[in-house]
């Protein structure tokens, strides 16, 4: 999932101490309703979280072609299997969290820095008041 890192947020998952568990344990998430994460080399797996949404996504999705492999089927949740070309479809689909890539210019983006030095300058002075 790391080369998907550019467009999508990749969340890695933990251990209960907060300890990051495996370096390659990345997934991309939609809320609290699908998980998108690799399943082998060239297959992914998406894993609805509620029935009703999951219906609705296969749905859509097997309108426009791209075939699912029911993998996993449990009371609540549901696992698939796709084909890892499909992704960028599966993806818009089930409006995967993206990136905003934004060009900015050099006053922009001093802008933007004066600012964040201000509010941690802000926040600080508040921890010490406290």
């Not at 599966?90 to 030095?117: F, G, N």
């Amino acid at each position: 999932m790391n080369k998907y890192k550019e467009d999508y947020y990749i969340l890695k998952n933990k251990d209960t101490e907060g300890i990051f568990t495996n370096k390659d344990d990345n997934y991309i998430q939609r809320k609290n309703k699908v998980q998108i994460y690799r399943f082998d080399d060239d297959t992914l797996a998406i894993q609805f979280y509620t029935k009703q949404f999951a219906k609705n996504r296969i749905k859509e999705l097997s309108a426009i072609g791209i075939q699912l492999t029911p993998f996993q089927i449990g009371d609540n949740e549901i696992t698939y299997t796709f084909s890892e070309s499909d992704f960028s479809t599966v993806a818009e689909v089930v409006k995967a969290k993206k990136r905003i890539k934004r060009d900015l210019s050099d006053e922009q983006k001093e802008t933007l820095k004066l600012r964040m030095q201000n509010m941690r300058d802000k926040m600080n002075r508040n921890k010490g008041l406290l």
